[in-house]
């Protein structure tokens, strides 16, 4: 099924000389390294793939939340609990900065909860997975937070200009986030054998959802092509799953954690390791809604919504009467 897609995609991608004059200008701006700005002309994919992409990531911040904020309040120690506070604060600022990014295409943002709610949009897999101990959580900064950059610091130079631009402050925070995460497990290993075990559990159980996040190989994904062709993506999902496991598996073995794959090795030849392949049926049972916390996770986001009615309602209820009085004031003025 996903080579059938692979075929339909690739064949979207067109050559310059099949394109309209216009069409063309844009893919030449896009080529020359320029920035695409929200008012002017741009292909309808180009704006559906992007209101895709960043809807989808802007909700991946915001979902990502949930399996975080559930440990706040049994940090153990003072020190960690302000910074996970701080951690869990960004996502919230990188949802909406990315919401922002995506409603100067056009959508707003109530269509764009409204798909969440829905399951229409996705967002990353990997928030559908349980946090267990202390140390997953240690282990989402290092590993999760640390494929989110792999991800994006790419996306700093993405054709579209105000995701690229949201990207640049996303990052350095994201590289905050990754640290904190790798110094909490720095500190376990080095505690009880317990805790050590319980940091190595994290590693097992986060390890392939980790590789999950870089999204299929790049023949079986379904936008690769037209988004490399459109620059919102600059890498293959393979370079940068390739370039995540060689970054992070010296990182384990200074935390003399093992990671879990019996294929691990390192190529001499390639000068990268060898690995084996995460389970894409997994992944694309919890995309489709089948992964242990999807159903606890949109619940816990229609519940925001729903609980935020009365302030939305508010809100709007002041803005009407506002501009009541304003055209009322006219009028007398007249
Ligand atoms: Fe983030
Ligand atoms: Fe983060």
Redesign the pocket.
């Known amino acids: 099924m996903y080579a059938q897609m692979v075929k339909t995609d690739a064949a979207r991608v067109r050559s310059l000389d099949e394109m309209e004059p216009h069409e063309r200008a844009f893919q030449e701006r896009v080529d020359a390294g320029q920035k695409i700005e929200p008012k002017e002309w741009m292909p309808e994919g180009y704006r559906k793939t992007l209101v895709r992409q960043i809807s989808q990531h802007a909700h991946s911040?915001i979902v990502?939340q949930l399996p975080e904020g559930n440990w706040i309040s049994r940090a153990p120690t003072l020190e960690r609990k302000a910074i996970l506070l701080a951690k869990v604060q960004?996502?919230a600022g990188?949802g909406l900065y990315l919401y922002c990014a995506a409603e100067t295409l056009g959508i707003s943002r109530d269509q764009m909860y409204e798909q969440l709610h829905s399951g229409k949009a996705k967002y990353s897999s990997i928030f559908n997975y349980p946090t267990l101990t202390w140390a997953d959580i240690g282990a989402i900064g290092w590993l999760v937070?640390g494929a989110?950059i792999m991800n994006q610091v790419p996306l700093q130079r993405c054709s579209y200009g105000p995701y690229a631009r949201a990207m640049v402050r996303?990052c350095k925070?994201?590289s905050f986030?990754q640290r904190q995460g790798f110094d909490a497990l720095a500190r376990m290993v080095k505690g009880t054998p317990a805790q050590k075990a319980m940091v190595q559990d994290a590693l097992n159980r986060w390890w392939w959802p980790s590789l999950m996040m870089f999204g299929p190989s790049d023949d079986a994904s379904v936008h690769s092509a037209q988004s490399m062709a459109w620059k919102i993506k600059q890498n293959s999902n393979d370079e940068l799953r390739q370039k995540f496991v060689d970054q992070t598996v010296p990182q384990a073995k200074y935390l003399g954690l093992t990671v879990p794959d019996p294929d691990l090795k390192w190529n001499e030849e390639k000068g990268g390791h060898d690995f084996g392949e995460p389970d894409w049926e997994e992944f694309f049972n919890v995309i489709a809604g089948n992964g242990p916390c999807n159903a606890e996770r949109l619940d816990a986001r229609k519940k925001a919504w729903s609980d935020g009615a009365w302030f939305r309602d508010g809100l709007t209820a002041h803005a009407e009467k506002a501009a009541d009085r304003r055209a009322a004031a006219k009028i007398a003025a007249e």
Do not use: K, L, V
């Open positions: 911040e990502g960004d996502e990188h937070d989110a996303i925070e994201e986030h």
